[in-house]
């Protein structure tokens, strides 16, 4: 029986992105454009409030996201779809990178994640809805 070996978050966080299709800002604005694509934001409700979300996301907290994204889950909005593009992002891509993995081991195989999230989406003049300030 071979033990565990503990890993930290960090490592965690840069094995999911060497297994998932890492974007760029523009990359994922262009796809974004092009319409065909489920754009999943992985941030709480509080960060969304704060922050605003990228138009046409739809949000499923991290914590929910195995949950919503097996088709046989009573909780699988029709957003979903195992076989579309799906790009997740959260605040600064590391919940998005360990979200997209997840994802790609559930079957998901046209998946992506947004690298810096959505401050380098603001910090890129990206436009941003429903945000509480500013």
Known sequence: MSEIQP???KQLIAEARGRVE???VEQ?????EGGDVTLV?????DERFLEGAISGSFDVPRGMLEFSADPASPLYPQ???PEGRVIVYCSSGSRSALGA??????G???VAHICGGMMAWKRDGR???GMAFG
């Open 101 to 106: 993995d997840t994802l790609r081991q559930m």
């Open 28 to 32: 994922a604005a262009a796809e974004i």
């Open 7 to 9: 890993k930290t978050v």
């Open 79 to 81: 957003e979903f779809n």
């Open 108 to 110: 998901y195989e046209r």
């Open 127 to 129: 436009l941003v809805e």
């Open 41 to 45: 934001d992985v941030r709480e409700e």
């Open 22 to 24: 890492n974007l760029s």
